[in-house]
Nanobody, 122 residues
Framework: QVRVVESGGALVQPGGSLRLTCAAS????????TGWYRQAPGKTRELVAV???????MYEDSVKGRFTISTDNAKNAVYLQMNNLKPEDTAVYYC????????????????WGQGTQVTVSS
């Protein structure tokens, strides 16, 4: 499994923006899924944004129009641009690169990185 290191989390005011970066230990170009997930306090981990097959994008409903996932295959990096942040976006954000998509599959057959904390508060 490709190992990842997430960075870019911070404390930001509502309406602000952040860009998260995921640095992968190996090539991401041929991986089925590159994505971002999050876990808010007291809640289960959820999918935020993923790219599958290199061209299919999927976003969680509450982030559509505000978050954008992108990749740089030359740098083996995955990014999450987050705009118009809301307090409900507060969570630890995790990156995943591999052949699974759902949280359940990754929990069972793969592993997560350490994540990066995003806190949206005034």
């Amino acid at each position: 499994q490709v190992r990842v290191v997430e960075s870019g989390g911070a404390l930001v005011q509502p309406g602000g923006s952040l860009r998260l970066t995921c640095a992968a230990s190996g090539s991401i170009a041929d991986e089925y899924c590159t994505g971002w997930y999050r876990q808010a306090p007291g809640k289960t981990r959820e999918l935020v944004a993923v790219i599958t097959n290199g061209y299919s994008f999927m976003y969680e409903d509450s982030v559509k129009g505000r978050f954008t996932i992108s990749t740089d295959n030359a740098k083996n990096a995955v990014y999450l641009q987050m705009n118009n942040l809301k307090p409900e976006d507060t969570a630890v954000y995790y990156c995943y690169v591999g052949k699974y998509v759902t949280v359940e599959s990754i929990d069972r057959f793969a592993s997560w990185g350490q994540g990066t904390q995003v806190t949206v508060s005034s």
